[in-house]
């Protein structure tokens, strides 16, 4: 069991007694309050930041303990150190808030338990309970607290009434709770007869032993290191270390040995005065010391040699390990139990299979009797037919005889129609012969009809395919000739759409031609006109040449070339062909 499982079984009561009204939720105010507490005993830095964001007033209503398990885990338990706070303060707290509920006894009784002897044995029942909830503690568990409480007061332990309560079927199933354990203790059944101050010290042993991990306490004479004279201490052994006080109130500590692997306990023979003498081996020094007696030397070395074995095996408590040692025991028990139980039902069913068939072997052997008593009468009836079919035979022996003889007679007669028989069976054997041949012939004759039939069936099979093709073809050239016929109309609408176009462009056409016919008649009259224009320009450049022919001497000045710079001007001809154009 982990230290979170520990504190959160303390943690549970102190939740529990916040519920007043048993409805498994608790105020929000109230949860702020043990949260705050529980950082302070865990010594944890409180966040009220993060306590006001987890539990903002979204709503009025309270939180169960599975609301409040995620911020117990996430904002208070996964920030504790082992080591950095003192458990005994967390029970304290949670003791203190569960005992106001819960723990109310009868203060005018003279067995009360203090209350300080109360809170011991709630943590020794949290330490010892199972690791469920609601916390309840095994019968087992409750026979080993009280045995140990009862060895410590040197008492021994019989109650009468613990078997009583033990026997209870609630309590053999799941357990008493803490609140029944303390009241069947302050009952004073189990300290009947011991003071107060005893049974105070023998909790105060148990506690210490238990939740404190004391392996053992008590007075040893230890030698000195360095002055090596003897004194008394009280040692304290706990599975990690030996410490040593100067007396049993453990309030001077005078040293701390550390205990690990490589330890060990050694039996020294007396010398210096001193017996019942053993030394402790570490790796730097070495402890001797002496006990009253050789019990407690041996108790002593018992208990350091645990120690160091609990250290290598990596285990931090005794009573931890010793308890899931029992629980494992308690379930192996458990499973035996079964086990026992399954092979009682087992040998009961066997038994009750065993008496069924000795009943029904009882019944064979009735049946058998019956039986032999039947057969008896057969056999009896069987002899008398015998009898009856003996007398019979030789009736018919007689009888026989005289049918022997006329048979005789009769076989004479027989011997003659055997031979003619004979005959007959010779000439039906040549007939049978012959109708095997004939039988032969129309055997073959069917088979050849057969192959035939066949044949002609092929063939009706093949005229039958050829007919289903040929009909086949026949709805193809329908389809075909109905798919012609439908494109020749179409053929047909285009032809005469086609035509009335063909039509309309040949009027055109004419239109065209007509158009064709009046251009070249008036390219003609212009062709006439324009050679009569180019005779009539030919006919105009004569004359003109004609009239600017040079004058002979005594005549008129003629037209010279501007490009001779002399006074004679070069006749210059006039070219009136551009007047056309």
Same mark, same amino acid.
């Given at each position: ?31 702020k ?5 529980l950082?302070?005993v ?20 309270p ?7 995620p ?68 019968a ?7 045995k ?21 079927d609630?309590v =053999?199933?799941s ?58 201490r ?11 006080y ?25 010398r210096?005065?001193?017996r019942?003498?053993?030394c402790?081996?570490?790796?730097s ?6 006990a ?14 645990t ?29 035996r ?12 069913a ?31 009836r069987r ?5 009856q079919?003996?007398r ?5 022996l ?24 004979r005959?007959?069976?010779?000439e039906?054997e ?10 032969q =012939? ?9 192959g ?33 016929q ?8 285009e ?10 462009a040949?009027r ?11 251009v ?8 006439r006109?324009?050679?009569q ?36 001007k ?7 062909s551009?007047?056309?154009?």
């Open positions: 069991m982990d230290l979170r499982s520990e504190l959160l079984k303390s943690i549970w009561y102190g939740f529990t007694a916040l519920d007043l009204e048993k409805s498994g939720k608790v105020s929000k105010s109230q949860l309050v043990l949260s705050h507490n950082c302070t865990l010594a944890i830095p409180h966040d009220p930041v993060a306590l006001e964001e987890h539990f903002r007033d979204d709503d009025d209503g939180v169960s303990s599975q609301g409040y398990m911020y117990l885990n996430k904002y208070i338990l996964d920030k504790v150190v082992d080591g950095s706070f003192e458990k005994e303060h967390v029970d304290e707290l949670c003791w203190t808030l569960t005992a106001k509920k819960n723990y109310q006894p009868d203060r005018t009784s003279f067995s009360i338990l203090p209350e300080k002897d109360a809170f011991r044995l709630w943590c020794l029942f949290n330490f010892l309970s199972e690791d469920k909830y609601p916390l309840v503690m095994v087992d568990e409750v026979e080993y607290l009280l140990k409480t009862c060895a410590a007061m040197s008492i021994e332990f019989n109650c009468v009434d613990l078997e009583d309560l033990f026997s209870q609630t =053999q199933h357990g008493i709770t803490v609140w029944v354990f303390l009241e069947l203790m302050n009952s004073g059944k189990i300290t009947r007869g011991v003071d107060k101050a005893s049974i105070s010290m023998a909790i105060e042993e148990v506690y210490r032993e238990i939740v404190g991990d004391v392996l053992k306490e008590g007075y040893l004479w230890k030698k000195g290191q360095l002055r090596r004279n003897w004194k008394e009280w040692f304290t052994l706990r599975p990690s270390h030996l410490c040593y100067t007396g049993e109130d453990r309030k001077d500590c005078q040293g701390n040995i550390a205990l690990d692997g490589n330890c060990c306990v050694e039996v020294l023979p007396d210096d005065g001193k019942c003498m053993f402790l081996k570490t790796i020094k070495t402890y001797e010391m002496s009253s007696d050789t019990k407690q030397r041996q108790e002593w070395t018992t208990a350091i040699q120690a160091i074995r609990l250290h290598v095996e990596g285990k931090k408590s005794l009573h931890k390990d010793l308890k899931l040692k029992r629980r494992e025991q308690r379930e192996q028990r458990e499973k139990r079964q086990g026992k139980e399954e092979e009682l039902q087992r040998l009961r066997l038994q009750e299979e065993r008496e069924r068939k000795l009943a029904e072997l009882e019944l064979l052997k009735e049946a058998q009797k019956q039986a032999q008593a039947l057969l008896e009468q057969d056999e009896e002899r008398q037919q015998h009898e079919l003996q019979a035979l030789e009736v018919q007689k009888e026989a005889e005289e049918a022997r003889v006329s048979m005789q007679a009769e076989m004479a007669l027989k011997e003659e129609e055997a031979e003619r028989q005959k007959r069976i010779l039906l040549e007939m049978q012969k012959r109708l095997e041949e004939a039988l =012939q129309e055997i073959k004759a069917r088979l050849d009809e057969e035939f039939r066949y044949a002609q069936a092929g063939l009706l099979a093949e005229e039958e395919e050829k007919m289903k093709a040929l009909m086949a073809l026949q709805e193809e050239q329908e389809e075909y000739i109905q798919e012609t439908r494109e020749k109309q179409e053929l047909k609408q032809m005469e759409a086609k035509s009335c176009a063909l039509e309309e040949q055109q056409l004419e239109e065209v031609r007509a158009n064709r016919h009046r070249d008649q008036d390219v003609v009259a212009a062709q006109k324009l050679r224009a180019s005779t009539n320009v030919k006919h105009w450049n004569v004359q003109m040449n004609r009239l600017m022919r040079p004058i002979g001497p005594g005549g008129n000045k003629t037209i010279t070339s501007p490009n001779k710079k002399t006074n004679n070069a006749p210059y001809p006039l070219n009136l551009i007047i056309i154009m």
